[in-house]
């Protein structure tokens, strides 16, 4: 049987997501993933947790750049524990989830050590969405997770509704011992755009343009479509090959764009890198023009 290529991640990149699957057992009204699309709908499709390992295993990466597994709500795939406990012991892992599943079933068929590693921020990032999520609840099922041994913290979004819950999640968590941090909401509300962003009207949807753009980050659909960026992921625009082709190889290269004006948030706001040194964007953008019909 011929050995399928490795798939090298390029030394520039900072972030490998892992899309699951989009569905989610919520249903946030600011959910990130319908930011230009309020009613779209995610593909039911999954790939099996078999094939997953399988590709997932051709990734070569650096010790301080994990795969994130996420949604969607990553724990709602059938195969979820057994994709944690079959990837390569090398290949570091990361969650991001809301936490609803059992959490005595995960700390019993999941081992602390293979969802850690030396990083400033937790390895397991549990999203508190007061919206439909209850805290104290919440606060429980995460102080269980720690004491059992897992790296994991908690993050809340500044959205300008639930600002008060938010500073009140982030007081009981740290008096807890939790650490609990915030993200600067994204988005529309109220007809305004909150966020910091590098590239001025990238995701004003006023405009369509063309450009170059080239990424950071690693990101595979639910279905192991890879894409050029979020916005291409939740739009369902095209991809640039899978994850599942056994001759797959991700290029450090600009790719030609004609949907500058309708970027995702994620891909142009100013953040954080994996380090947590402020002022990484995931993308670069260049040669920016009018499309001309």
Not at 161 to 184: C, F, H, N, P, T
Not at 255 to 268: A, L, T, V
């Amino acid at each position: 049987m011929r050995k399928e290529k490795e798939i090298i991640i390029p030394k520039t990149y900072n972030y490998i997501a892992l899309f699951l699957t989009l569905n989610c057992n919520y249903r946030c009204s600011y959910c990130i993933n319908y930011f230009k699309n309020k009613n779209a709908r995610f593909s039911k499709k999954t790939v099996t947790g078999q094939d997953w390992v399988s590709a997932l295993n051709r990734i070569v990466s650096c010790n301080d750049l994990p795969v994130t597994l996420q949604g969607g709500e990553p724990s709602i795939h059938k195969d979820f524990i057994y994709i944690l406990n079959n990837i390569k012991p090398e290949l570091k892992i990361d969650i991001l989830t809301n936490i609803q599943f059992d959490v005595d079933e995960f700390i019993k068929n999941v081992k602390p050590e293979a969802i850690k590693r030396g990083a400033p921020y937790a390895s397991i990032r549990v999203s508190f969405h007061p919206e439909v999520m209850h805290l104290d609840d919440t606060l429980l099922k995460v102080r269980k997770m720690q004491e059992a041994g897992f790296s994991i913290g908690m993050w809340g979004v500044m959205h300008p509704v639930y600002k008060d819950q938010i500073l009140e999640a982030q007081d009981k968590a740290s008096k807890m011992g939790i650490d609990y941090r915030i993200k600067e909401f994204l988005g529309d509300y109220n007809g305004a755009l909150y966020g910091t962003y590098k590239y001025e009207g990238a995701c004003d949807k006023r405009f369509k343009k063309r450009c170059l753009c080239r990424t950071t980050e690693f990101i595979i659909g639910s279905t192991g479509e890879v894409y050029r960026c979020h916005g291409d992921l939740y739009e369902g625009r095209n991809s640039i090959g899978s994850i599942l082709d056994p001759e797959f190889k991700l290029e450090d290269v600009f790719r030609p764009c004609n949907w500058f004006g309708h970027c995702n948030p994620c891909d142009i706001k100013i953040k954080t890198n994996r380090h947590q040194v402020y002022g990484w964007t995931s993308v670069e953008i260049k040669d920016i023009q009018d499309i001309v019909l």
